[in-house]
């Protein structure tokens, strides 16, 4: 049974950076896309990004889109989002999910994994 564990949330101030690990355990290798999306208090979960198996293709939300990086190293299945230029509004719970294929939902159903989440929290 694969488990993702995300580390790196925090509060930060406004133009603050972050950056959040998600290290998969129990397995030797993952192959599938992995990314992240978050979920604001009383607003719908929002894709935020993701990477594909070899990493060569990355995707993002237009509103992290030139502010957040996503990458990963499949040698220690793990997968980071470098968040930079951080606003209040990225303010939410962010989880770590891998999918095969990848996709652009919000739905935790369309995931193979998903993790426990960990806390973003931007001061303006």
């Known amino acids: 049974q694969v488990q993702l564990v995300e580390s790196g949330g925090g509060l930060v101030q406004a133009g603050g950076s972050l950056r959040l690990s998600c290290a998969a355990s129990g397995s030797t290798s993952l192959r599938s896309a992995m990314g992240w999306v978050r979920q604001a208090p009383g607003k719908e979960r929002e894709f935020v990004a993701a990477?594909?198996?070899?990493?060569?293709?990355?995707y993002y939300s237009n509103s992290v889109k030139c502010r957040f990086t996503i990458s990963r190293d499949n040698a220690k299945i793990t997968v980071y989002l470098q968040m930079n230029s951080l606003k209040p509004e990225d303010t939410a719970v962010y989880y770590c999910?891998?999918?095969?294929?990848?996709?652009?939902?919000?739905?935790?159903?369309?995931?193979?994994?998903w993790g426990q989440g960990t806390q973003v929290t931007v001061s303006s």
């Open positions: 990477v594909t198996l070899s990493g060569g293709s990355t």
């Open positions: 999910a891998t999918s095969a294929p990848f996709t652009y939902s919000t739905r935790r159903d369309d995931y193979d994994y």
